[in-house]
């Protein structure tokens, strides 16, 4: 191998390594979002409060960022607008929806449910979009469906004062709208909107969509009472959202978005995690082997779907 070889292969090393460190703080860092939640509504704050500030700190930090780039957020045709639009509510649905798991089951058990969405967009793109159905991904679709039932039938989903039924029926239309989300950014090919300014606008209006639901149902927005709260307010918006958001493109541009997807499984885990160690949840055998084929299924749809893109 000549020097010149030698430094290439070193160069993409490098690249495939910082791209592996990426992708583990992307989808770690989005692990830590159930905590800093519950913590907010152990303080008093309401789901639309957590969403709004949530949103809102993330938009306004990736505005100052666009604005320092000289990147123009400004949305050119109703074309775009419209799909931005559409895309934003789903999002935010999925937001919602996945807040009211956290606080109803096990905050690890609806991460890894939410989890699944890459096995759901495979179910959906097989049966209702006609794509080729594949024995691979039935095969993994039916392992995952297995996994959620040892989920809803184990006694780790249980929290204190939680609605068991609740929790795990919007811990569901989180991922079935998370994945709706996806499909149609494919499919509307929203996706070539330039991604500072399309994430900018889903942030800027799930928080908008948050602070008039507040306006309607509770009055307003109740205030940040102190500066413990503050901290996990700035975790959930900075370290939850925008870190998670922005290590999550840097990865895809440096080994892919099929690795990167893969390693996203770190993203329910670091919330079992953490779960377990500062909520007072519990993992018992049934839960934890649905957990491990929940993850398992989805790893195999992922890598299943990448290989057929390359024949």
């Known amino acids: 191998m000549t020097p010149h070889q030698l430094m290439y292969e070193k160069k993409k090393r490098r690249i495939r390594l ?7 703080i992307s989808s770690a860092s989005f692990g830590f979002s159930p ?10 704050l309401t789901n639309f409060d957590i969403l709004s500030y949530r949103w809102g700190i993330a938009a306004l930090v990736l505005m100052v960022y666009a604005f320092s780039k000289k990147k123009t957020l400004k949305i050119g045709t109703f074309d775009e607008a419209w799909k931005i639009i559409l895309l934003s509510i789903l999002r935010a649905v999925t937001s919602v929806t996945l807040l009211i798991g956290y606080a109803n089951i096990s905050s690890g058990i609806a ?4 989890f ?6 495979a179910l959906c793109m ?9 024995l691979v991904d039935i095969g993994a679709i039916a392992v995952s469906i297995f996994g959620v039932y040892l989920l809803a039938s184990g006694d780790s989903l ?7 039924t609740l929790g795990l029926t919007c811990s569901l239309i989180s991922a079935f709208s998370f994945s709706a989300y996806y499909i149609l950014m494919k499919r509307l090919r929203a996706d070539k909107i330039e991604v500072v300014k399309f994430t900018t ?10 602070v008039i639901c507040a306006l309607i149902f509770e009055d307003g927005l109740t205030m940040i009472p102190d500066g413990k709260s503050w901290l996990l307010v700035l975790g959930l918006g900075l370290w939850s959202t925008m870190v998670s958001n922005f290590t999550g493109v840097k990865a895809v541009r440096r080994i892919g978005p099929t690795m990167t997807s893969i390693l996203g499984a770190l993203q329910p885990v670091t919330a079992v995690i953490l779960g377990v160690a500062f909520l007072d949840e519990h993992l018992y055998l049934k839960s934890l082997i649905g957990i491990i084929l ?16 390359h024949h």
Request: charged share 5%; glycine share 8%; no cysteine.
């Open 111 to 114: 991460s890894t449910i939410n």
């Open 158 to 164: 249980v929290v204190d004062g939680g609605n068991t």
């Open 35 to 44: 905590l800093f939640s519950l913590g907010l509504i152990a303080v008093g």
């Open 18 to 24: 910082n791209g592996i460190f990426y992708a583990v």
């Open 126 to 134: 097989m049966f209702i979009f006609g794509e080729h159905k594949s």
């Open 294 to 309: 929940i993850l398992a299924a989805v790893t195999v749809v992922v890598m299943h779907q990448n290989t057929r893109k």
């Open 201 to 210: 606008w889903i942030m800027l209006l799930s928080a908008v969509y948050f």
């Open 116 to 121: 699944m969405y890459p096995v759901i967009v």
